[in-house]
Every structure is written in C-alpha cells, then in structure tokens.
C-alpha cells in the first residue's frame, strides 16, 4: 500500500469573481511528474445576468488540458476549428502540441440565467518527443463517460482502466485518470502501478488516505511504496485521481508554454505572436 508523505492546501487565487484555489503548483511543490497545475474553480452560485468565466482567447503549446465540469456548463472555441459546450460531469481533454488558440467561457443561456459552477482543470505535460504533436480536442458529456459501481459508491472513469473497464479517452502518453465518488462510511483500493505518479486531490469531504486522515481542498501527495491506496470515507468524499508514468525531462513554464528549455519557450512566443497558432474563427 502507498502511504502519505504531504498534503498540500489549495491556495487561494481568485480570477476576476471566479472563486479559484490552486494546490498545484505550490512553494513545496513545483510539479507532480507529469501533472503541472490544477485549478479548483468554485463551487459558487453565479446570479443572472453575469458575466460568465473570463477565460477569452489565449494560446497553448507543449501540454494537455482536462477540464472536469463538476456543476454547470463551459463552452470551448479553439483555432483548430472545434467547439462545443459541455454540461455537468462532462468533460474536455485538450491537447495544445505544437500551439493553438482556445476560449473557455460561458454559454449565452449560463450568462443569461446564472446557477451553480464547479470546474477543476489540470494540465498535464508531454515528453519532448510529443510536445509539437498536432493539436486536438474531445469534449464529452457526463452519458459518454463510464460510470463504474463500486460499494458505497461510483467511479467515473475518463482514461485508462480501472477493473475490466476502459476509459473513452486515450492518453498520448498513457494517463489513467478518474473521479470517485463516495458515500459515508464506504472503503475503495485505488490502483496505483508501481513506478507510476498518483495524483490525488480531495475536492470534497475529508476522508482517510492509507490510515491518514486528509482534508478537503488538499493535493495529497504519496509515498511510492505499493500498487495501491486505500480510501475510507466517514462523509461523503468526492476524489480526482489518476496515475501516470514519469517523463523526467528538463521543464521550463512561462505562462501557458510548458517546454524543454528557455529556446523553447522564446520560440513558442514569437510563434504566437507570428500567428502560427491560428486563430478562433468569427
């Protein structure tokens, strides 16, 4: 079984009236290999006649994005010419590669009569042999995503396997990621391969890792001792949790490139800058 090591608070960050925490990246810990960040965006209510998410057309290049829409809606716009909007327990898996421009925002009908919004978004990274691979985009709805029983209760499972079951979407470098849902007094055994980053980040509830109790809000971070964690729940618990190999490589983040080097990173901006991103059609 894996134990402990840390847990690390979301810090508080809002953007603009979004209510935003943040435990990835933070000042014990730079980065997961391979996970980079995470946003924990709500829960709140936002009134009608709001504003909406104020994530407008922004550039991307050498990573990926999963967006879980926990409550509400998001619509996505991006240069590669893909858009949708995706609804509660939805999800969007973005693949930025070689570079391209996308907007996150609200839907005209959300803006219009307002409601409740929950929206965790995690950026993975991308081995330098993948980081120019060409853009792509797969957003589905929470009918798409598999739905997994297990005692007390559910496994979402987004990629990778999980039992006998697969996830719909397929990870450029293998990620196995899933939200777990547990009602109080439940117990579940998480897979954690062996070698392999477990990530794990308690949205709601304040259940027990291993023996150790957390706290919701928290990015717990595990020991690579076992092929497994335990979770036991004494309220309802809601999970994000996944696992991946290590990439290993040299990481240099400015913004929203994730690359290699500091070359990597100067390129990246004139590129953008040249247009060779593309842009969101009108």
Not at 1 to 19: F, K, N, Y
Not at 91 to 107: C, F, K, N, R, Y
């Amino acid at each position: 079984m894996r134990h402990v090591l840390r847990q690390h608070r979301a810090l508080r960050d809002d953007i603009a009236d979004l209510t935003t925490r943040r435990p990835l990246p933070n000042p014990a810990l730079p980065q997961l290999d391979p996970f980079l960040f995470l946003n924990h965006h709500g829960p709140q209510v936002y009134p009608p006649h709001n504003r909406g998410l104020p994530f407008g057309p922004h550039p991307h290049r050498g990573f990926e994005t999963v967006s879980f829409i926990l409550k509400g809606e998001m619509a996505h716009r991006d240069s590669g010419g893909h858009e949708s909007v995706i609804g509660e327990g939805g999800i969007q898996w973005m693949t930025a590669g070689s570079g391209l421009v996308h907007a996150e925002i609200s839907p005209a009908s959300f803006k219009q009569t307002g409601g409740p919004l929950e929206i965790l978004q995690l950026w993975v990274n991308l081995p330098a042999r993948l980081k120019f691979t060409a853009p792509a985009y797969t957003g589905l709805q929470r009918e798409d995503i598999p739905a997994i029983a297990v005692p007390g209760g559910t496994v979402n499972l987004i990629s990778g396997t999980f039992g006998g079951d697969e996830g719909p979407f397929h990870s450029l470098t293998g990620v196995a990621m899933m939200t777990v849902t547990l009602d109080a007094g439940a117990q579940l055994t998480l897979p954690a391969p062996r070698g392999r980053t477990v990530f794990l980040y308690v949205v709601a509830g304040n259940p027990s890792v291993a023996g150790t109790p957390v706290r919701e809000a928290h990015l717990i971070e595990l020991d690579q001792g076992g092929d497994s964690v335990d979770i036991a729940a004494s309220e309802p618990v809601t999970l994000l949790y996944g696992h991946a190999d290590p990439i290993g490589e040299p990481t240099v983040a400015h913004g929203p490139f994730v690359m290699n080097t500091r070359e990597e990173i100067m390129d990246a901006i004139r590129d953008y800058e040249a247009g060779k991103f593309g842009a969101i059609p009108a």
